[in-house]
């Protein structure tokens, strides 16, 4: 059953609100950064080797091994909405570990990839392939969020999910912290006076 409940960790109809968000992608559409398929999927394979790969992805690794890094996490997030997003993700799969009679989350404020790693070890879960799977539910998420607000096709999307999908297995083995995103930061900072938007971040 292990892999029955690791697809469910990772699906999109886990009720956690992942749909609702872009991190950043948004703004980046709204200021023309990102206008294509080609722009959308050089925006996302930035983001995820340059944020989510040097610093959520080795994060979440150590916190499966038991670290505790939530606050630490959390002063990473660089913009309100960002911190207000894991914070929101985190409470809601806490809320949903609880309901299912999995555990409780021992953290007042549990970040998304805390509350991630707990359910890993309540699930007894691979650890790389969970990580694995929570690095892919966060790229089908941004390719989810392009077709949206670019908008593109559903080929195009899975022409983008091929391509950056084949990244994901170098990704999971970083380990090295880091977290030098200027670009993501300032738009994201951008995005939470953005007029008009169809996302929360």
Do not use: C
Request: charge should be negative; hydrophobic fraction near 50%.
């Amino acid at each position: 059953m292990s892999l029955a409940r690791l697809l469910q960790l990772a699906s999109p109809a886990l009720p956690v609100g992942a749909y609702s968000y872009s991190q950043g992608l948004e703004a980046a559409i709204e200021a023309g950064i990102v206008t294509d398929e080609a722009s959308a999927q050089a925006w996302i394979a930035d983001v995820l080797e340059f944020s989510v790969a040097r610093m959520e992805a080795p994060v979440l690794w150590r916190m499966m091994q038991g670290e505790d890094l939530n606050q630490m996490f959390l002063a990473t997030r660089e913009t309100a909405e960002l911190r207000a997003e894991t914070l929101q993700m985190g409470h809601s799969l806490a809320r949903l570990l609880k309901e299912l009679k999995l555990g409780e989350v021992p953290l007042e404020e549990p970040s998304y990839p805390a509350a991630y790693a707990f359910a890993v070890n309540a699930m007894k879960l691979e650890r790389k392939d969970a990580l694995l799977a929570y690095l892919w539910a966060w790229l089908e998420n941004q390719v989810m969020a392009a077709i949206k607000a670019v908008p593109l096709g559903q080929t195009a999307g899975q022409r983008m999910l091929l391509a950056l999908g084949e990244r994901l297995e170098a990704i999971s083995g970083a380990s090295e912290l880091s977290n030098l995103a200027p670009g993501l930061a300032f738009l994201s900072a951008r995005h939470e006076t953005q007029y008009s938007r169809l996302f929360r971040s």
